[in-house]
């Protein structure tokens, strides 16, 4: 039992500094002593500080897709356009309520460059985060990809300046625009 127990201390743990110091800058030893439990902990439950940093951003992102699924399940109104601009809104609140969360995933991408493995890995999880994203904004699938580029990009803005929230007219707006230059 305390082994279930250490290990979803870790968890917790790894969860807590993710969103207080970032991927890069948290230690092992943060997490063991935030969970107050050995360094040896992380290797017997985890492998390594990374697998579970990995796993607690995993965990973090499952509970944000329950926020994404309930948004889906709203009433979003009748016609395409009404449902794109309420889901935006609904999703761009819930990325000011949870800035540390998509810092983390940012950093991540980054290292990813550096790193073929993890790239790989997070490669799949994006192709699932695009089909995801293409059912809940009610989107064909290839559109899915371009709903994940633009909302990335907005979400870039707000973590460098929270003031600067990209609104849902604003951004179709600028996406027809856009679009009328290509034809």
Avoid at 64 to 82: K, R
Avoid at 163 to 182: P, R
Wanted: charged share 20%; with cysteine; proline share 2%.
């Amino acid at each position: 039992m305390r082994s279930i127990d250490n290990r979803a201390a870790l968890l917790a743990a790894a969860r807590a500094c993710l969103r207080d110091k970032g991927y890069a800058r948290t230690t092992a030893r943060d997490v063991a002593t935030a969970a107050g439990v050995s360094l040896a902990a992380i290797g017997y439950h985890f492998g390594s500080k990374e697998a579970l940093l990995d796993a607690a951003l995993v965990d973090a992102l499952r509970d944000w897709g329950d926020v994404l699924e309930s948004i889906g399940a709203a009433d979003l109104g009748a016609s395409p356009g009404g449902r794109f601009r309420a889901v935006w809104q609904r999703v761009m609140a819930s990325v000011a309520d949870d800035r540390a969360l998509w810092a983390v995933q940012l950093e991540l991408v980054a290292a990813a460059a550096r790193d073929p493995e993890r790239a790989t890995a997070l490669a799949a999880d994006n192709a699932h985060a695009r089909t995801a994203l293409a059912e809940l904004f009610g989107v064909p699938g290839a559109q899915g990809a371009l709903v994940q580029m633009l909302l990335l990009g907005a979400v870039s803005r707000v973590l460098l300046d929270p003031a600067d929230t990209v609104g849902a007219d604003e951004l179709l707006e600028q996406v027809s625009a856009l679009a009328a230059l290509a034809a």
